[in-house]
């Protein structure tokens, strides 16, 4: 992948973490906030629904030679890719992170594939830990300023980051769940959706819950669950959802006419994801 253009290193005090390089104010020639609720969940309509036929990402037909950054092998043991959408620790942008080891270079070419969504990146920078090597990007709306509100919008920006991993890093198919379909090499074990279907609500104070759930990956899953949600008359406010290999895992805070929701709404909540999560499977098994 190409470098930085404007690029600076810096040593840190802290021996676990190393900036490697930090860009601010990159705009690019393309919002789950503390809005009011339902703002989060709610779909115009004229939106398009994501689904897996209409993700954009495209198929891959071999390795290429230079795919492999910092002198990687597609025998090597290849790490697991995480995709973060950080909705929570910003008030004023939207925090992607993207891990896959230490293979990730600068990243430019997917911070130009996300301008084409109308997006800006406004700052971005790398951190290295033990984990690997971390890319960081806070991201605007071009027209707004603000950031992204629109779950179909957050979606499209994980399917982006995923469809350039698949592109630039063609061993990451192996262990994303999207590579089964678009990638050159599929998982070699995909996950139960039954047995990795998780779901559990608990208050976060008088005036909202927290919902986890971790699930199978699949294109077009945060759009569904938040449809989910809102379907049942519950707000999205903010939060994260997490793409770690074949998982997909979320925490969002959601509340009831602006109040926790209370135990039998929780329960109605937590079943009717079950429910959804699951149905795939289990409407394939009764034709």
Same mark, same amino acid.
């Given at each position: ?125 790398? &951190? ?127 509340? &009831? ?31």
């Amino acid at each position: 992948m190409a470098s930085a253009a404007n690029c600076a290193v810096y040593f840190s005090s802290n021996t676990n973490c190393l900036t490697v390089f930090e860009i601010k104010n990159h705009s690019l020639p393309a919002t789950f906030v503390s809005r009011q609720p339902n703002t989060f969940g709610r779909r115009s309509h004229n939106s398009i629904r994501l689904s897996s036929s209409t993700t954009g990402i495209n198929p891959l037909a071999a390795p290429s030679a230079t795919a492999v950054e910092n002198d990687g092998s597609l025998l090597d043991t290849v790490p697991t890719p995480k995709v973060i959408i950080d909705q929570d620790s910003d008030p004023d942008a939207t925090i992607v992170e993207i891990t896959f080891g230490d293979r990730l270079g600068a990243l430019l070419d997917t911070m130009n594939a996300l301008k084409s969504l109308g997006l800006n990146v406004t700052k971005a920078n790398v &951190y290295l830990d033990s984990s690997g090597k971390h890319n960081k990007f806070s991201i605007t709306k071009a027209s707004t300023g603000r950031k992204v509100e629109d779950p179909e919008l957050l979606e499209a920006i994980r399917l982006t980051i995923i469809n350039n991993l698949l592109e630039y890093h063609p061993e990451s198919s192996s262990q994303l769940a999207m590579g089964a379909t678009f990638g050159v090499e599929p998982p070699k074990e995909m996950v139960d959706v039954d047995i990795a279907t998780h779901v559990r609500v608990r208050d976060d104070g008088p005036d909202r819950s927290l919902l986890f759930v971790e699930t199978a990956d699949r294109p077009g899953l945060l759009v569904d669950i938040v449809k989910t949600v809102t379907d049942i008359n519950i707000a999205v406010e903010s939060g994260e959802f997490d793409t770690e290999g074949l998982l997909a895992k979320a925490t969002f805070h959601v509340n &009831y006419k602006g109040k926790a929701l209370i135990k039998p709404l929780q329960q109605v909540l937590a079943n009717s994801l079950r429910y959804f999560l699951r149905r795939p499977t289990t409407e394939e098994a009764s034709f």
